[in-house]
């Protein structure tokens, strides 16, 4: 927007619905997080009271602790979603890649087979895919997990990714050739930078899913050194009593990582590095 | 340095072909343009001399080597781009010096070559910075930079200059050309500017729909043009066509006749604007613009129904709507067959 367009009511008015729209979406973690630290009976009392020395517990939090896999569910939780996001990442940008750049017979026909896993939710096939893993003895292991949010992740990254890669210039690449890069180089050298808003973009997306997702772990890797976090939540619900102490303490700790992953992408999400790069 | 032989070449793309048998001699240290309307493959040419398209047929050489098969690293070839093209995320030295880092040259040896081109160039002190710190000449002189540290045996050029503004191209024009003159490297210039390609080539090579119309000096294709496509590109203002009659050795423009190869039929009679006079038995043509640039003055005219413009260095005082009287000089004509557009 140019400077003489914006007139104090309009930015007021934007600011406004910004906040607004932000309160409405913090407003759950934030009775997440301050439940979390009261007694029992008192978040049933006030549940949006803010703790204060009568209510203030951390009985959640202890019961969490103390059950001893808690660590471990954590520990499985951050491998599947970075190993996830890892080869989501490599494979989807490669593919991309290939698709933008080359020519070849079939390719239009290929990108479409790739965005054809938007469309179609994997769920779907959740019977298959357990009869597959049974078969390949990968139930109740991590790379169960990885290999389905890897492949419920490509689609919708080679599509956003090859139409980022599409934009990088030809210029640029064929001056690397010309440069003596080899292919390889030019997409993880030149490409890769230039497509990293691109990249935390799909990672943010992918990310969230992946760890909040208890339909896979609960259906593939029940084991209990298998337990995601989500699912390793699950056990203070219960069908008569739920431990509502433990549920609020062990969301509250699932919430730090996530947010840690989200600032890291979302300082290359702002990063506008192709500035400067070609006219 | 070496010269560039470039051999029936052909490219199509699918059942389309582009490029139909195009052959170029370019001499060693010779500054050739290839020059034609946007479409005609002058850039294609360019990027399958450097490797980056594939080559259908013929064979294009560098040197005494076929390069045909090599990839762009290996011909020996440096390329600036209209985009500059320059690693975004690299200073200006180590934008310069990367191809030679990517060739394991030592470090001492790309210090000296980066530190001699921005010598050259005006660029010491932006070394250290980062492209996007810089001003469009400043990128173009980089990318210029990034050819010149490589010391190739061919500079090729993809219309390097669109990207600035009018000032600042005939200034990097300048520079262009003064660095060929100093180096003295094969170069091939792929511009659609007849003007950048007049000023700075040996030779230029006319192109059009993926053919050669014409290959020559800059003015000899001015003044000796091979057919109308050729003489029409060339030259600001145009050529002036006007069509007359072709028979017993004299061509007939209204009610003059001027003398014409032998021959029968119709046929179009060339004038440069340059070359039309004021004369009282002159064609009578109704000022239609006047335009004054201060050292010359074009006037765009109307005659039968055809559009002339004339260019006078005297000043003139027209205004439109009135007839003027103007003569060809008869030293200065040119005779197209109307048909197919060939010189007579």
């Known amino acids: 927007m140019s400077k003489a367009r914006r007139n104090p009511v309009n930015m007021v008015a934007a600011h406004a619905i910004l906040i607004t729209y932000t309160l409405i979406a913090l407003f759950p973690v934030f009775v997440i997080l301050i439940n979390s630290f009261k007694s029992r009976k008192m978040i049933f009392r006030e549940p949006l009271a803010l703790p204060n020395a009568d ?7 202890q019961t969490v602790l103390k059950q001893g896999d808690f660590f471990l569910y954590f520990q499985n939780s951050m491998i599947v979603t970075v190993v996830s996001l890892f080869l989501v990442l490599l494979f989807g940008a490669m593919a991309a890649f290939a698709l933008a750049e080359y020519r070849f017979k079939g390719n239009t026909l290929m990108g479409l087979y790739l965005a054809l896993g938007i469309m179609i939710p994997i769920r779907i096939g959740t019977v298959a895919i357990l009869d597959m893993m049974v078969q390949t003895g990968l139930v109740n292991t991590l790379w169960a997990l990885i290999l389905v949010y890897t492949a419920q992740g490509l689609p919708l990254a080679v599509f956003i990714l090859s139409e980022f890669m599409r934009q990088v210039s030809d210029d640029l690449k064929n001056a690397g050739r010309i440069d003596g890069l080899n292919e390889y180089t030019i997409f993880f050298r030149l490409v890769l930078p230039l497509v990293r808003p691109a990249m935390a973009t799909v990672a943010v997306f992918n990310m969230i899913p992946i760890w909040n997702d208890l339909w896979f772990p609960l259906i593939l890797a029940p084991a209990e050194e298998t337990k995601t976090l989500t699912l390793g939540s699950q056990v203070f619900i219960g069908q008569f009593v739920t431990d509502w102490n433990a549920v609020l303490s062990a969301l509250s700790l699932a919430i730090l990582p996530v947010m840690i992953l989200y600032v890291i992408f979302s300082r290359q999400l702002i990063r506008g590095i192709t500035s400067g790069a070609v006219k | 340095m070496a010269n560039v032989k470039i051999q029936e070449i052909r490219k199509s793309y699918g059942d389309v072909e582009v490029l139909h048998g195009l052959n170029i001699d370019i001499e060693d240290g010779e500054f050739v343009a290839l020059v034609g309307p946007s479409g005609c493959g002058k850039s294609t040419l360019l990027r399958m001399i450097a490797g980056l398209e594939p080559i259908n047929g013929g064979t294009i ?11 762009p690293s290996e011909r020996d070839i440096a390329m600036v781009f209209q985009t500059y093209a320059l690693y975004p995320h690299k200073s200006v030295a180590q934008n310069m010096g990367f191809a030679l880092k990517v060739a394991k040259a030592s470090k001492e040896d790309i210090d000296r070559r980066v530190k001699k081109a921005a010598e050259i160039l005006n660029l010491t002190e932006y070394l250290d910075r980062k492209p996007r710190h810089l001003s469009g000449g400043q990128r173009q002189r980089v ?9 190739p045996q061919v500079f090729l050029f993809d219309e390097p200059l669109s990207n600035l ?3 600042l191209r005939i200034q990097m024009r300048t520079e262009i050309k003064e660095l060929h003159q100093r180096l003295k490297t094969t170069t091939v210039f792929v511009t659609h500017d007849q003007i950048e390609a007049m000023t700075l080539a040996d030779r230029i090579v006319v192109m059009q729909d993926g053919i050669i119309e014409q290959i020559g000096t800059p003015l000899d294709l001015y003044d000796n043009p091979a057919n109308e496509f050729v003489a029409t590109f060339i030259g600001a203002p145009s050529m002036n066509l006007l069509s007359g009659e072709l028979s017993g050795g004299k061509v007939k423009v209204g009610d003059q006749l001027f003398s014409g190869p032998s021959g029968l039929g119709k046929v179009n009679l060339g004038v440069r604007p340059e070359h039309l006079i004021l004369s009282d038995d002159g064609f009578p043509m109704e000022v239609k613009v006047v335009e004054p640039t201060g050292s010359e003055t074009m006037v765009f005219l109307r005659f039968e129904g055809q559009d002339v413009t004339a260019v006078f260095r005297e000043r003139h005082a027209f205004v439109s709507g009135q007839t003027i009287h103007l003569m060809p000089d008869k030293d200065h004509l040119h005779i197209f067959d109307a048909e197919t557009g060939a010189r007579l």
């Open chain 1, 55 to 61: 209510s203030f517990s951390l009985i959640g939090y």
């Open chain 2, 61 to 71: 050489a560098i040197g005494d080597r076929v390069v045909n098969n090599l990839p």
């Open chain 2, 143 to 151: 990318a210029m930079g990034r050819a010149i540290v490589r010391d």
């Open chain 2, 165 to 167: 503004d009018a000032k």
